[in-house]
């Protein structure tokens, strides 16, 4: 499988973004999505979480309130609504698609920085 991460960019505190991952496998629905983000000289931090059919989110501390993650599987395509942000959240964001705890692939990453 083949991720594809997309609208990442630079925004002001307190505005939103909408990332995009689309992936090419034809099995989609079947895989746990997640997003990750790394930010400058810190290790890649977990984001968040949606399951295959998209019932089950769950999302780390630091943006629970802010960030939803959706997906549809229809369009082979995971998404992660940012809204509030603040400049502690400026990191490259990455997806990641895995079947259990097993790692299938990581998107290339996309840029987000959010000004003061």
């Known amino acids: 499988v083949q991720l594809q991460a997309s609208g990442g960019g630079l925004v002001q505190a307190g505005g939103s973004l909408r990332l995009s991952c689309v992936a090419s496998?034809?099995?989609?629905?079947?895989?746990?999505m997640d997003w990750f983000r790394q930010a400058p000289g810190k290790e890649r931090e977990f984001v968040g979480t949606?399951?295959?059919?998209?019932?089950?989110?769950d999302y780390a501390d630091s943006v629970k309130g802010r960030f939803t993650i959706s997906r549809d599987n229809a369009k082979n395509t995971v998404y992660l609504q940012m809204n509030s942000l603040k400049p502690e959240d400026s990191a490259v964001y990455y997806c990641?698609?895995?079947?259990?705890?097993?790692?299938?692939?990581w998107g290339q990453g996309t840029q987000v920085t959010v000004s003061s």
């Open positions: 949606i399951s295959g059919s998209g019932y089950r989110r």
């Open positions: 990641r698609a895995r079947l259990g705890s097993n790692s299938l692939a």
């Open positions: 496998a034809r099995t989609f629905s079947t895989y746990v």
